[in-house]
């Protein structure tokens, strides 16, 4: 029988522990279960993060590490096993195809053994890569798996235009589309702000100097390598978002999000997985949105998914 509110978790290393923490920080799981090839870290995570709920102000949650039995009667499954971009490597997540391909396979036979009604949420990069290759290539329920895909780059967006116009980052409505990666470009024709257009923000906010498009354009793609170089990794913000995906799941919230999946003849594409918004609650990915695009944002959602088509074929 499947527990709703159980949560396995695949990969201990910075991304899974932080998603790990939020999780428990947020109450989102009655049980979360902890793998890695790294048994030790995943012991050591696990008993960290159970420690914390003896807290008052924390759930009693279930906290422990596990093995891919665990996936049998798991709610959610979150896959970010697999190695990321590191500081000074070149940057671009679509050179991690190769391996990251393999290790995607080998999880996924280890999962198909035990269960198919799991939903899963793919972090591991490149993302639209692995969310395709688990997507395609094994007999599972294909609206039951998902990759984040450019959710993050959404929240960036947000949140750079809210520092621009000094306003809540939440009352910004805008995507990011296409691919978890290089590729990916705002499609500012769906930005608005708590209703006003992005052709009239300017003289609503009174603001005398237009945004330079380009620039939020430069920044959203090369904040993240700037994240890494900094600190070494990115992990809040995509256990943010990891977050906000399975708060939509578990609470049936039929929630649109811009997230990867593959695509199945919207805007003319197929074979390939990019994000665009779709809805998902608990039975997973319910509806895809064709939403209008100008004629550039289409070029430019072309031109992702040959990005990806590209790393899938040297796969």
Same mark, same amino acid.
């Given at each position: 029988m499947i527990k709703r509110g159980k949560v396995v978790i695949i990969g201990a290393?910075?991304?899974?522990?932080?998603?790990l923490n939020k999780i428990t920080d947020f109450q989102l799981a009655s049980e979360i279960a902890l793998i890695d090839l790294n048994a030790d870290k995943a012991k050591g995570e696990a008993l960290d993060a159970s420690h914390a709920t003896s807290c008052i102000?924390?759930?009693?949650?279930?906290?422990?590490?596990?093995?891919?039995?665990?996936?049998?009667?798991a709610g959610i499954i979150i896959i970010t096993a697999g190695p990321s971009i590191r500081p000074g490597e070149t940057p671009?997540?679509?050179?991690?195809?190769? @391996? /990251?391909?393999k290790i995607m396979g080998s999880i996924m036979t280890e999962i198909t053994k035990y269960t198919k009604e799991a939903m899963i949420i793919a972090i591991t990069n490149p993302l639209d890569v692995a969310t395709h290759c688990i997507a395609t290539k094994f007999?599972?329920?294909?609206?039951?798996?998902?990759g984040t895909g450019t959710m993050l780059e959404t929240f960036r967006f947000r949140r750079i235009l809210a520092?621009?116009?000094?306003v809540d980052p939440k009352n910004i409505h805008g995507y990011i589309l296409g691919e978890h990666g290089n590729s990916a470009f705002p499609a500012w024709s769906t930005v608005n702000i708590a209703g006003m257009p992005?052709?009239?923000?300017?003289d609503c906010f009174n603001f005398s100097d237009k945004i330079e498009r380009k620039a939020i354009e430069d920044e959203i793609v090369q904040v993240a390598y700037d994240i890494?170089?900094?600190?070494?990794? @990115? /992990?809040?913000?995509?256990?943010?978002?990891?977050c906000r995906f399975i708060k939509s799941i578990l609470y049936d919230e039929h929630t649109i999000l811009p997230m990867s999946a593959p695509l199945e003849g919207e805007y003319g594409l197929t074979d390939v997985s990019l994000s665009i918004p779709r809805m998902l609650c608990a039975e997973g990915v319910v509806k895809s949105f064709e939403?209008?695009?100008t004629d550039e944002e289409r070029k430019l959602l072309y031109a992702s998914a040959d990005s990806v088509r590209k790393a899938l074929a040297s796969c």
């Open positions: 290393s910075n991304v899974g522990s932080a998603i102000y924390s759930t009693n949650i279930n906290v422990h590490s596990g093995t891919y039995a665990d996936c049998k009667d671009d997540r679509l050179i991690l195809a190769k @391996t /990251n391909s007999d599972y329920p294909r609206e039951k798996i998902v520092n621009h116009y000094h992005l052709e009239h923000l300017d890494i170089n900094l600190k070494g990794w @990115t /992990n809040t913000g995509i256990a943010m978002v990891a939403v209008k695009l």
